[in-house]
């Protein structure tokens, strides 16, 4: 049986972290109020030509589903696909924002931010660890996000307000796109906002311009739509749409 790692050790492989200006004002991103597209949904066929196409609408913040199969029933894409459009993203002046629905989140984070992720987040439900694993992202030089889906109490992320820059408020139960808007929403982010501060309060599943301002009133700052965006004949105007719906860049 290997050691196990005590929880301050430092990590084996060093990733910078983040200082450039450039990494700040990525960062920066997360505090404004945007629509992500979610690559879900997109045509990955061409891949890189649908992240251009909302980049040339607006969006700044690229969203990458990781389902694993276990902790949600589909598997989905990786780092290879992340590190992928990284450069495309990061160059255009964007960001990658990486949601793990995943088992044992800790032991994928390096790989997430050595593929060029800016905030990785995970869900509250998939580790007793939590904490640890937020403060375990921000080391590899990554912006922190914690998630908890629609059947979680917010109490799931009040011990960890000063640990985490986003937290994400499944607004679908997680695993697939396309699914409808759960309306008790609105009222789980607002409480949602009286716990965590300053934090970022990420809104995902169900987003499209006759919910995006629902959750926007509520205290939602970022806005997840997959769907909605590549689903559309056209997604730079769908985009745009929901943008404008939620008061959102
Ligand atoms: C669902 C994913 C979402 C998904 C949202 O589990 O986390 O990011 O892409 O898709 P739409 O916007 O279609 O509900
Ligand atoms: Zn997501």
Redesign the pocket.
């Known amino acids: 049986m290997p050691a196990l790692r005590p929880l301050h050790a430092p990590h084996d492989l060093t990733v910078e972290a983040a200082t450039d200006t450039a990494s700040t004002d990525r960062r920066g991103l997360f505090a404004a109020k945007r629509v992500a597209p979610?690559i879900?949904?997109a045509d990955f066929s061409r891949l890189g030509a649908q992240v251009e196409e909302v980049m040339a609408a607006g969006a700044r913040i690229i969203?990458v589903?990781v389902?694993d199969g276990h902790f949600?029933p589909p598997i989905t894409i990786g780092p290879l696909v992340a590190g992928s459009i990284a450069d495309l993203v990061h160059d255009a002046g964007g960001a990658i924002d990486v949601?793990l629905?995943i088992e044992r989140p800790g032991d994928h984070i390096e790989e997430f931010a050595k593929a060029g992720a800016d905030n990785i987040t995970f869900h509250a439900e998939a580790t007793p660890h939590i904490n640890r694993t937020l403060n375990a992202i921000r080391e590899l030089g990554c912006m922190a996000g914690l998630a908890i889906n629609p059947g979680t109490p917010i109490s799931a992320v009040s011990e960890s307000v000063n640990d985490a820059d986003v937290f994400l408020c499944?607004?679908?139960?997680?695993?697939?796109?396309?699914?409808p808007?759960i309306t008790d929403s609105p009222d789980k982010v607002r409480r949602m906002r009286e716990i965590v501060g300053a934090g970022s309060i990420e809104v995902?599943?169900?987003?499209?311009p006759s919910t995006a301002g629902s959750v926007a009133k509520a205290g939602a700052g970022l806005f997840?739509?997959?769907?909605?965006?590549f689903?559309a004949d056209d997604p730079g105007a769908a985009y745009t749409a929901i943008a404008e719906a939620a008061g959102a860049a």
Do not use: E, Y
Request: glycine share 18%; net charge negative; no cysteine.
């Open positions: 979610s879900l949904s969203h589903d389902m949600v949601h629905m499944m607004t679908v139960n997680p695993g697939w796109g396309g699914q808007f995902d599943g169900g987003i499209d997840v739509a997959g769907s909605a965006v689903s």
